[in-house]
Nanobody, 121 residues
Framework: QVQLVESGGGLVQPGGSLRLSCAAS????????ANWYRQAPGKQREFVAY???????NYALSVQGRFFISRDNAKNAVYLQMTRLKPEDTAVYYC???????????????WGQGTQVTVSS
C-alpha cells in the first residue's frame, strides 16, 4: 500500500474549473493505471477517468470533453483538470493507483482520502 494525498477540492460555480491533485510522498517509478472515482451522498462510487502507463486515457461519458487526466512523473503526481463544471459533478473525488512500482518493490496499490468538490451557484 502506498499513501496518496489529494488536494484541490473546493466550491466552484457552474461553468467553472477546478484542478485536483493526487500525489505520493515517496518516489514512484511507474504506475500501471491511475484512476479517478467520485461518490455523491447516497450514491455508489462512480468511475471518472484513468490513465495508463502508456499514456492512454479513458473517461466516463458524463465527463468526456470536460475533464482531463494527466500525470507528472517528476512530481509523483496525477491530476484531474475539470472544466465546465455542473452541479451534478458535486461529489467526493478519490484517486486510485494500481500496480505501483517504487524503490522498495512493485505491485503496490494506493487510495487517496478523498477531496470534496461542490458545484453550486
Amino acid at each position: 500500500q502506498v499513501q496518496l494525498v489529494e488536494s484541490g477540492g473546493g466550491l466552484v460555480q457552474p461553468g467553472g474549473s477546478l484542478r485536483l491533485s493526487c500525489a505520493a510522498s515517496e518516489t514512484i517509478f511507474s504506475i500501471n493505471t491511475a484512476n479517478w472515482y467520485r461518490q455523491a451522498p447516497g450514491k455508489q462510487r462512480e468511475f471518472v477517468a484513468y490513465i495508463t502507463n502508456d499514456g492512454w486515457t479513458n473517461y466516463a461519458l458524463s465527463v468526456q470533453g470536460r475533464f482531463f487526466i494527466s500525470r507528472d512523473n517528476a512530481k509523483n503526481a496525477v491530476y484531474l483538470q475539470m472544466t465546465r463544471l455542473k452541479p451534478e459533478d458535486t461529489a467526493v473525488y478519490y484517486c486510485n493507483w494500481v500496480g505501483i512500482v517504487t524503490r522498495n518493490g512493485h505491485g503496490y496499490d494506493g487510495w487517496g482520502q478523498g477531496t470534496q468538490v461542490t458545484v453550486s451557484s
